[in-house]
């Protein structure tokens, strides 16, 4: 599907080097501040262009068609559209009948039975354009709660921060032209991806997402939780090949004693659940680890098969990103809004007593 969100619904559409892509935004309520420079800031971190992500430049000024007016949101479905002025077809016209290894050229045919290999059509990173332009928009509702949501990139191929999830430095991040979370390592992930750039190969990437303000209470039970939604929303980023929430792997590592959040004083002592617990927000810090496969688009020769199912060689050229996971930290920030702004407006009619407060009874 191509539609995101429960209350708040997210719809993108186009390709990569169709005319445009673009994003439908419904449910937004009425009466936010659009922030122009904040959406364009959030648009400008997500380009291309840079020595460590492809050299594709792109524009990517939203044209916003409707559900704004005079600097706020109307409470209609807000659409943005973002022209295409950078795509090269011909250097796809390889792949015309042929796969790329781990690309989802070969899933997308098996179920299609057609493609659009110029960019690998919808499947391409450059779709995420959409998702965080409307990201930018659930953050300016967020913000009205002083909810944030920020992310950055702890580890590269092999190359890890040893750092907890504390002591990552948001505010260097922001600064990092690959959104570094750890300032000494950031030589060394630059390093990481430089070379595998330099071998005509690429490489993965770890990225942490912190959301800090979320209010005690949001989300539902069993089949909507909250970290199912999060995770939902993280596994459906291109390349995103593992999701943790809180201790995540490590909790299956440990005693009920050493895992669980002890509270005293009106506060838990620990955060192993990452802010979450039977899929409800407690309060404390959502934090979130995503894991990105290297880019599937490398330059080395590699074996694969025609549509006609023959052996064939893959040789690429073109443009691709040598780690898709530093531009991906800034969509996982995005599809983070969209899932807290989604929960945030369900809750409104949680029980009784918020909507005593809605309608004033």
């Known amino acids: 599907m191509n539609t995101f969100g429960t209350r708040l619904k997210m719809t993108s559409f186009g390709e990569s080097h169709g005319e445009a892509i673009g994003v439908v935004l ?5 009466n936010v ?41 109307t409470g209609q479905p807000i659409a943005m559209l973002f022209r295409n002025e950078n795509a090269r077809s011909k250097d796809y016209s390889e792949l015309k009948s042929l796969f790329r290894p781990s690309h989802a050229d070969f899933s997308y045919f098996q179920k299609y039975g057609i493609r659009d290999y110029r960019g690998g059509g919808r499947s391409s990173a450059r779709e995420s354009v ?42 260097f991040a922001n600064k990092s032209e690959i959104f570094c979370l750890d300032k000494d390592l950031e030589e060394n992930f630059k390093q990481e991806i430089l070379e595998a750039k330099k071998a005509k190969d690429s490489v993965g990437a770890a990225v942490f997402t912190r959301i800090s303000g979320v209010m005690a209470g949001l989300g539902e039970v069993l089949y909507d939780k909250l970290d199912s939604k999060l995770a939902h929303a993280l596994m459906g980023i291109n390349a995103v ?16 004693s050493q895992n669980n959040d002890a509270m005293q004083n009106g506060k838990f002592l620990s955060n192993h659940s990452g802010g979450i617990l039977g899929g409800i927000s407690n ?43 530093v531009r991906g930290s800034v969509v996982a920030s995005a599809m983070a809004r969209l899932v807290i702004a989604d929960a945030l407006l369900l809750n409104a ?13």
């Open 241 to 256: 090949k593992a999701v943790e929430i809180g201790s995540g792997i490590r909790s299956s590592q440990k005693r009920g």
């Open 283 to 325: 309060g404390d810090l959502i934090e979130l680890k995503s894991y990105f496969k290297p880019t599937p688009s490398i330059f080395l020769p590699q074996k694969s098969m025609n549509e006609r199912g023959e052996n064939a060689l893959c040789e690429l050229s073109g443009r691709h990103d040598p780690c898709v996971g």
């Open 33 to 73: 501040k659009f922030d122009e420079e904040f959406l364009q800031n959030e648009l400008d971190k997500r380009k291309g262009g840079s020595k460590f992500a492809t050299p594709r430049k792109e524009s990517d000024r939203a044209e916003i068609l409707s559900g704004v007016f005079e600097g706020f949101t």
């Open 26 to 30: 419904d449910g937004m309520p009425s």
């Open 349 to 361: 009619s949680a029980n009784l007593e918020h909507l005593k407060i809605i309608y004033k009874s």
């Open 130 to 171: 959409a998702r965080v332009a409307a990201g930018a928009v659930a953050a300016m509702l967020l913000r009205e709660f002083n909810i944030e949501v920020l992310s950055g990139v702890f580890g590269v191929g092999e190359c890890i921060s040893t750092l907890q999830n504390s002591e990552f430095d948001f505010e």
